[in-house]
Every structure is written in structure tokens, then in C-alpha cells.
């Protein structure tokens, strides 16, 4: 299942905490999964909190409060949820890239095109993950449950967008935030026009901070042919990144509206707001380093607006 290890080690994981505590054998499939990287398992469940916050400010408002230990719960559901998604997400597209990864600078290193694991250990460890996350799966109500598995088409296609369209960041937009509808389906049993309205905004967030991070692999993309909204934008990036940043503030404040949201809630978004506009104004795409580091401020950028909504929801 795994062949013997070189010592690549793919991206920024040097050092990070599979490196120095995992046990050997199971080092490959961690990185497979990114675990060494847990940033997008952070991009993935935000959207999911968001919705779940938001979801439980609209019924308490609404004369049926949700219990503080079911809201823990759901949480807490989302984020192992999130987790093992990510994770399977990841081992997917590296199954379907690991020629591409092969060519790529900074990802020839990942298990796969390293031949740290087989083909035959990748789909097996995809299995596992899906297992974990139809454990989780099975614990939310059955509306969510619904919601939840009609994004496996989305899921099963982004790794092929990259061949297809020049903006394939627009069908990871779509992918990550579905969580978006999530929480609203499992706490309320319906998707109110502020699901919809959060959806849109986070899909606009997500395409606008993975062109930032698409811009580390530009060069690579032309060689091999890849397409991306990097390429696509290039020079133009930084007024592309205003209409989807502005977008995605103006659909979600419209969800905050639609939702009955407090204050403090819109304070939330008013700091989420500065921070998308930094990154903007500091970008510079040929500074991969700089470009990565500005990905990543969207994890604080998303959590911000969700202590935001959270504190909404427990004073409402």
C-alpha cells in the first residue's frame, strides 16, 4: 500500500505537526488528506457555523430557542464533519491530479506523484474518510441529511474544472459553501431565503480567496495547461477581488437582514469587511509567500464574522 518514503515533503508542511508527532506509516495519508495543512478544513466548516449561528439567532427570535448543548452538539458535528470532507476532498483530487501534481513545482512532493502511496491505498483511505463522514452524516435530521449529500455532485466534478473552465474557483465556491444551507436545514427543517442569501456571499468569498491562493502556481498552470482565475485575471486581479469581496459582504449582510440579525452580528461583519479589504490592498501576486499568508488571514477574516453572529445568537 505504501512504497518506501522518500523525503519530499510536499508544499509549506515542514515542520507542522504530522512531521513531528505522527507515526511514520501514517505520515503519507495525512498529508494526502492535508492534515498537515488543516487551513481549508477551517475554510470548509466556516460556512457551516455561519449558517448554524445564524439559524439559531432566526428561532430564537422566532419563539422556539435551540437548546445551548443541541447548538454545541451541531457544532461540534460540523466541525469533525468538515474534517474527514476536506480530507476526502483532498485525496480525491490528488487521485485525479497526481500526473498534473507530478509537473508542479510545488506539489510534485505530495504522496501520490512522490510514490509515498499507491493508487490502491489513496481510494482506500478515500473510503475511510467517507465513513467518517457518513457517521457524522447520519446524525443530523433527515432534511439536513438531504441538503448535506446533494453536493456530491459538486464534490465529485471540482477536481475536473481545472480542465474545463477558466474559473474553476467559481465550482469550489459552490463546493465549499454548501454548509452555508446546512445549518439552516438542520436546525430550522427549511432553507429561508437567508440561506440562500449567505450561500451566494460565501461562494463569492471563496472564489475571491482562492484566486489569491491560485496565484502561487500561475507559472506552473501555464506550463502545464491548467486553467485558473489567476491566470485568467492576472494584472487585474486586485479589482476582480473587489466585486467578489463587495459581493460577497453585500449578499451576506442581505442574509443578516433577511434574518432578523442584532447588532452585534452586523459589527461581526463590519470587522470581516476590513479585513477582506486588507487583503486587497496588500496583494501583491508575485510574492507566493505573501499570496499564501493572505489565504490564510481568511480563516480569522471568517471566524471573526461568526463570533459575530454566535454572540448574536446567544443574546437574541
Known amino acids: 500500500m505504501i512504497a518506501p518514503a522518500p523525503s519530499l515533503v510536499p508544499e509549506d508542511a515542514?515542520?507542522?505537526?504530522?512531521?513531528?508527532?505522527?507515526?511514520?506509516?501514517?505520515?503519507?495519508?495525512?498529508?494526502?488528506?492535508?492534515?498537515?495543512?488543516?487551513?481549508?478544513?477551517?475554510?470548509?466548516?466556516?460556512?457551516?457555523?455561519?449558517?448554524?449561528?445564524?439559524?439559531?439567532?432566526?428561532?430564537?427570535?422566532?419563539?422556539?430557542?435551540?437548546?445551548?448543548l443541541q447548538l454545541a452538539a451541531l457544532l461540534a458535528l460540523f466541525a469533525i464533519g468538515s474534517v474527514a470532507m476536506r480530507g476526502a476532498g483532498c485525496t480525491w483530487n490528488d487521485i485525479l491530479d497526481r500526473d498534473i501534481d507530478g509537473m508542479v513545482e510545488r506539489t510534485r512532493g505530495r504522496p501520490l506523484p512522490s510514490g509515498q502511496v499507491s493508487v490502491t491505498g489513496a481510494f482506500t483511505f478515500l473510503a475511510l474518510q467517507g465513513?467518517?463522514?457518513?457517521?457524522?452524516?447520519?446524525?443530523?435530521?433527515?432534511?439536513?441529511?438531504?441538503?448535506?449529500?446533494?453536493?456530491?455532485?459538486?464534490?465529485?466534478?471540482?477536481?475536473?474544472?481545472?480542465?474545463?473552465?477558466?474559473?474553476?474557483?467559481?465550482?469550489?465556491?459552490?463546493t465549499f459553501s454548501w454548509g452555508a444551507l446546512v445549518g439552516f436545514a438542520a436546525l430550522l427543517g427549511t432553507l429561508p431565503a437567508a440561506a440562500f442569501l449567505l450561500y451566494a456571499g460565501s461562494v463569492?468569498?471563496?472564489?475571491?480567496?482562492?484566486?489569491?491562493?491560485?496565484?502561487?502556481?500561475?507559472?506552473?498552470?501555464?506550463?502545464?495547461?491548467?486553467?485558473?482565475?489567476?491566470r485568467l485575471f492576472e494584472r487585474n486581479t486586485k479589482p476582480w477581488?473587489?466585486?467578489?469581496?463587495?459581493?460577497?459582504?453585500?449578499l451576506i449582510g442581505a442574509a443578516l437582514w433577511a434574518a432578523g440579525a442584532g447588532s452585534i452580528a452586523w459589527g461581526g461583519l463590519g470587522i470581516f469587511t476590513v479585513q477582506?479589504?486588507?487583503?486587497?490592498?496588500?496583494?501583491?501576486?508575485?510574492?507566493?509567500?505573501?499570496?499564501?499568508?493572505?489565504?490564510?488571514?481568511n480563516r480569522d477574516a471568517g471566524l471573526t464574522l461568526f463570533a459575530g453572529l454566535m454572540v448574536d445568537a446567544l443574546l437574541a
Open 14 to 68: 515542514a515542520g507542522n505537526w504530522v512531521d513531528r508527532y505522527a507515526p511514520g506509516f501514517l505520515r503519507p495519508f495525512l498529508r494526502l488528506a492535508r492534515a498537515d495543512r488543516p487551513i481549508g478544513s477551517w475554510l470548509l466548516l466556516i460556512p457551516c457555523w455561519w449558517s448554524t449561528a445564524l439559524a439559531a439567532a432566526m428561532a430564537t427570535r422566532a419563539g422556539t430557542p435551540v437548546d445551548a
Open 131 to 174: 465513513l467518517v463522514g457518513l457517521a457524522v452524516l447520519i446524525c443530523l435530521p433527515r432534511f439536513a441529511i438531504l441538503v448535506s449529500l446533494s453536493s456530491l455532485g459538486l464534490v465529485a466534478i471540482y477536481p475536473l474544472m481545472k480542465r474545463v473552465i477558466w474559473i474553476p474557483q467559481a465550482v469550489l465556491g459552490l
Open 204 to 230: 463569492l468569498w471563496v472564489v475571491g480567496y482562492d484566486t489569491i491562493y491560485a496565484h502561487q502556481d500561475r507559472e506552473d498552470d501555464a506550463i502545464v495547461g491548467v486553467k485558473s482565475s489567476a
Open 241 to 250: 477581488l473587489v466585486v467578489f469581496y463587495a459581493g460577497a459582504v453585500v
Open 276 to 297: 477582506l479589504a486588507t487583503q486587497v490592498r496588500r496583494l501583491d501576486i508575485d510574492d507566493r509567500e505573501l499570496c499564501l499568508a493572505l489565504f490564510k488571514s
